[in-house]
């Protein structure tokens, strides 16, 4: 390794990175040590507004894109070479944990300032970003900030997109770029030279392994659709079922039936409805809506594209009784990381003495995206019994530090290529 970049990651400071934790921590908390900080809300301000505070500390410079995706450089001696950059993301699940996202941005800060206090000097800028909307517990649908910043997906494409309240993400938007209004501007598809995403794994195999560090494969892929039902409302006691239009029937039908076909006796296929409008929601009222999202994934891609096919035919023939409309709202092949940066990870790791091990993802990451336009990795870090997207979600200040030091080194080693 090089020696600047083990004095770098050596200085990485535990201590420090915990209470940015815990100050973080405190923007949305609920009960339980849960955090719930929805992309584009007040809350999510009140976090871009304190990790500016701490880039001003440091005089790094900082710039923002059209969908919010906010950046934090520290300049390299060559100032017109592509940054290497690193980060994850500020919003949290409704009723997330403290580590989901913000230690990916907090390591990445970490590894800047280890790199001032050890006077390091990389040839490239090393900049830390904040994607807006990973989470998509908001605003469907997930990774949205790298999807529009790679140019997966047009910025005009995602703007109407409505929360549970109707609120138009333009106008969430809106009100998050008017609060940082001395960032610079930045332009989406800006190149990169690499990437590297630190995240907590968010299951159990490290901490099962007594691993320290991950050196991430790849992330398995992922196909999103709302599905809406369109019935009648009708009076609970006095209309004959026969002659109902009931929405909620068909949607329970339908999810059954995606449920048949995503039923896996290795139980690798991942299945979910995590959300459900129904209209007007009254116990004596017949619903004359609902809408529902569907998450299927599996790390096979003729897997997620057999399943992806399958569901508006399935969802058409389940409903019995009313009209069905099926929207994709996202399709993520599998991704494999770049062999340069997981070697570099794994170097980094190993130099550094930690125990590691290579693993694959369960759950998306802006990374997914950023690896299609630059050389991307990721590193893992271990969560307790790998509960997350839930307030219970906990992981070590050391492994924490452990993390943010092989993120550091990785980092310098890359900047310098
Ligand atoms: C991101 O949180 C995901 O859904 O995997
Ligand atoms: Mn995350
Ligand atoms: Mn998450």
């Given at each position: 390794m090089r020696e600047d970049a083990?004095?770098?990651?050596?200085?990485?400071?535990?201590?420090?990175?915990?209470?940015?934790?815990?100050?973080?921590?405190?923007?949305?908390?609920?009960?339980?040590?849960?955090?719930?900080?929805?992309?584009?809300?007040?809350?999510?301000?009140?976090?871009?507004k304190l990790l500016l505070s701490w880039a001003a500390q440091r005089k790094f410079t900082v710039s923002t894109d059209?969908?919010?995706?906010?950046?934090?450089?520290?300049?390299?001696?060559?100032?017109?070479?592509?940054?290497?950059?690193?980060?994850?993301?500020?919003?949290?699940?409704?009723?997330?944990?403290?580590?989901?996202?913000?230690?990916?941005?907090?390591?990445?800060?970490?590894?800047?300032?280890?790199?001032?206090?050890?006077?390091?000097?990389?040839?490239?800028?090393?900049?830390v970003v904040a994607w807006t909307n990973e989470e998509g517990g908001r605003f469907a649908p997930c990774t949205m900030g790298s999807m529009v910043f790679t140019g997966a997906r047009a910025l005009a494409d995602v703007l109407d997109v409505t929360d549970n309240e109707g609120v138009r993400l333009r106008d969430a938007l809106a009100e998050t770029l008017a609060a940082t209004p001395h960032a610079a501007q930045r332009e989406f598809k800006s190149p990169a030279a690499g990437y590297i995403e630190a995240h907590i794994e968010q299951g159990p195999l490290l901490e099962n392994a007594r691993k320290t560090i991950g050196v991430v494969s790849g992330i398995q892929g992922l196909r999103w659709f709302n599905i809406e039902v369109f019935g009648k409302t009708d009076h609970a006691g006095t209309t004959p079922l026969a002659l109902r239009k009931d929405a909620v029937r068909d949607a329970i039908a339908i999810i059954n039936a995606i449920a048949e076909l995503a039923h896996d006796p290795a139980d690798v296929t991942r299945f979910t409805v995590g959300r459900m409008l129904v209209t007007p929601?009254?116990?004596?009222?017949?619903?004359?809506?609902?809408?529902?999202?569907?998450?299927?994934?599996?790390?096979?891609?003729?897997?997620?594209?057999?399943?992806?096919?399958?569901?508006?035919?399935?969802?058409?023939?389940?409903?019995?009784?009313?009209?069905?409309?099926?929207?994709?709202?996202?399709?993520?092949?599998?991704?494999?990381?770049?062999?340069?940066?997981?070697?570099?990870?794994?170097?980094?790791?190993?130099?550094?003495?930690?125990?590691?091990?290579?693993?694959?993802?369960?759950?998306?990451?802006?990374?997914?995206?950023?690896?299609?336009?630059?050389?991307?990795?990721?590193?893992?870090?271990?969560?307790?019994?790998?509960?997350?997207?839930?307030?219970?979600?906990?992981?070590?200040?050391?492994?924490?530090?452990?993390?943010?030091?092989?993120?550091?080194?990785?980092?310098?080693?890359?900047?310098?290529?």
């Open positions: 083990r004095d770098a990651a050596l200085r990485v400071n535990e201590e420090r990175l915990w209470q940015r934790h815990a100050e973080m921590a405190q923007i949305g908390a609920i009960p339980g040590n849960g955090v719930n900080r929805a992309a584009l809300s007040k809350e999510d301000i009140a976090a871009r059209a969908i919010g995706n906010l950046f934090v450089r520290r300049a390299g001696a060559d100032a017109n070479a592509a940054p290497i950059m690193t980060g994850s993301h500020m919003d949290t699940q409704p009723r997330g944990g403290r580590f989901d996202g913000i230690y990916g941005v907090l390591a990445g800060f970490e590894a800047l300032e280890a790199m001032d206090e050890a006077g390091v000097t990389t040839r490239r800028p090393v900049e929601n009254s116990p004596n009222s017949v619903a004359s809506h609902v809408l529902f999202s569907v998450d299927l994934r599996h790390p096979d891609p003729k897997i997620v594209a057999r399943l992806g096919a399958a569901v508006e035919p399935l969802a058409r023939a389940a409903a019995k009784f009313c009209e069905v409309k099926v929207t994709p709202t996202l399709h993520d092949d599998p991704c494999v990381f770049d062999a340069d940066v997981t070697a570099a990870v794994e170097a980094a790791a190993r130099e550094l003495d930690l125990p590691h091990m290579r693993l694959s993802s369960g759950a998306s990451h802006d990374a997914m995206y950023m690896a299609r336009v630059c050389p991307t990795g990721m590193i893992f870090v271990p969560c307790e019994k790998g509960i997350s997207h839930n307030e219970a979600e906990n992981a070590s200040p050391a492994d924490l530090a452990a993390g943010a030091r092989v993120l550091t080194a990785a980092l310098i080693e890359l900047a310098n290529r």
